[in-house]
């Protein structure tokens, strides 16, 4: 008995199936590490909503668009209980038409600035803006009418202007219709509460716009704007063509939206950006004249938070084009992509301490394999500590310098030679470079990653060739030693 446990102890095959179920069970701190990261995720994303909740949140803007409220009448038949036909009654239903306007440009730059939630940092944004256009010459025919012999009644028209958060508004709006100054009121009048248009600002046509409007003349416009917002600026197309151009510092931007920038240049001192969007390819007018008769059995609150999110029912999401201030780095996607190599990295690391052993002969206890392992573990939960607090490239340089220094110094005593310790910390260090180069290298992270692991059982492969793996388990190694040229047999 006493034998076969010296031979299981000896035999190198019991040796590497104990090394592999090591490498297992140190996946289990990789978990409670990459759980941990999950939930410092979590908590940034809930900064970010309770700063939306508190402050500003991304910004949705619908507009400048008129509204002419109008009452329409007509005479519907009066029937007794018979069904006979005995008089008339006159009916009546005030509705809205929207006026959209012919040409919409949008000139605007985005200061960004960030705001604290604790240790998170969440970027805003506020945007100065100047917005001109024109609206078309009324039409009356235009009107359909929805009863059949009714008459329509038309009142004063007003603009409609919609924001998605309306305490991001820095000061108040102005905007001069046909040169006449308008002043912008709180919500808008003639809309019901379940419609999410009912939460924009309205100004009514006075003066010379009114005037021009009775004329039936076109009415130019200009409007200067000021808004803060959270990350997301969405602007909706509604003119016949909708041109924007926004810049701003911020060199990470991201655009989104149903359409793309048509231009745009970035640059570290930031970026430029332009957008050209025709009716003709968009139905954000149909969605927009939904918004006006919507109704809903929820609050008017929670259906025009919907609304915004989703865009009128039947008509799908709200068609926008937007910009964001993207984080250039986001600690914790980083964290979460470099936890997911940590398995191969500790593999690796303690693959490399078997060949230590395997060709220079000194035995190594399983406890100090364990000890080699957990040291690779520990530097992925020092990598998301010190990234919170420093540039995410000085945390992973630190955490990393303090992981190889720790293994070069363990390895000189266990190897008995600060060369070979050196050496094996050097091996560490590439990895550690190699696993960097994956991360700063997002779009080509497969193929790096295929190469390195590749490339490592290449040499691994390369350096065992003459190995008698049957001798080793035997517990009797035969290891190729290297040949000198003074020695070598002559030919």
């Excluded at 998605?164 to 820095?170: A, E, K, N, V």
């Excluded at 600690?331 to 052993?357: D, Q, W």
Aim: charged share 15%.
């Amino acid at each position: 008995m006493f034998q076969l446990f010296k031979a299981l102890q000896s035999s190198m095959l019991v040796k590497v199936a104990g090394l592999l179920m090591l490498t297992l069970l140190l996946c289990i701190p990789l978990a409670e590490i990459n759980s941990i990261n999950r939930e410092r995720g979590r908590s940034q994303r809930e900064a970010a909503e309770e700063l939306a909740a508190t402050y500003a949140s991304g910004q949705t803007v619908v507009g400048p668009l008129l509204l002419v409220p109008y009452v329409e009448r007509w005479m519907e038949p009066l029937r007794n209980a018979q069904g006979k036909v005995i008089g008339q009654e006159a009916r009546s239903k005030e509705m809205a038409h929207a006026v959209f306007p012919d040409k919409l440009h949008t000139e605007g730059s985005m200061a960004p600035h960030e705001r604290y939630r604790g240790i998170f940092k969440i970027p805003f944004y506020t945007l100065n803006a100047t917005l001109d256009g024109g609206f078309p010459a009324f039409d009356p025919k235009s009107v359909a009418h929805s009863e059949t012999d009714s008459r329509i009644e038309f009142k004063a028209p007003f603009v409609v202007f919609y924001v998605s958060d309306l305490r991001g508004l820095d000061g108040s709006p102005t905007i001069a219709i046909n040169g006449e100054p308008l002043r912008f009121k709180q919500r808008v009048p003639g809309l019901a509460d379940s419609s999410w248009l009912a939460d924009a600002i309205h100004a009514p046509l006075t003066g010379t716009a009114l005037a021009a409007w009775e004329s039936k003349t076109p009415l130019p416009f200009e409007m200067k704007l000021g808004l803060v917002g959270q990350d997301t600026l969405s602007m909706v197309p509604i003119a016949e063509e909708t041109t924007a151009h926004l810049s701003s510092p911020w060199a990470h931007p991201s655009f989104g939206g149903r359409f793309l920038a048509t231009q745009r240049e970035v640059t570290p001192q930031g970026f430029d950006a332009h957008w050209r969007v025709s009716s003709l390819v968009t139905s954000a007018r149909e969605q927009v004249r939904a918004g006006l008769s919507e109704r809903g059995e929820t609050s008017a609150a929670a259906t025009a938070a919907a609304a915004v999110a989703t865009g009128p029912r039947n008509l799908g999401p709200l068609q926008t084009f937007d910009v964001s201030l993207a984080q250039p780095i986001n600690v914790y996607s980083m964290s979460t992509r470099a936890g997911k190599y940590g398995a191969l990295f500790i593999g690796l690391v303690i693959m490399a301490a078997f060949m230590f052993e395997l060709f220079r002969r000194q035995r190594m206890h399983p406890v100090q394999y364990g000890l080699v392992g957990l040291s690779i573990a520990l530097f992925f939960l020092l990598l998301l500590a010190l990234s919170e607090k420093l540039a995410f490239w000085l945390a992973y340089a630190s955490a990393a310098s303090a992981s190889v220094l720790l293994l070069g110094i363990y390895f000189s005593a266990v190897l008995q030679s600060w060369k070979r310790g050196a050496g094996f910390g050097a091996f560490v260090a590439v990895l550690y470079g190699a696993l960097y180069g994956l991360l700063a290298s997002e779009s080509n992270a497969l193929l790096l990653g295929a190469l390195l692991t590749f490339g490592m059982l290449t040499v691994l492969m390369l350096a065992t060739r003459k190995v008698d793996w049957y001798a080793l388990s035997a517990g009797n190694p035969r290891m190729p030693e290297p040949v000198s040229p003074e020695v070598a047999p002559s030919v």
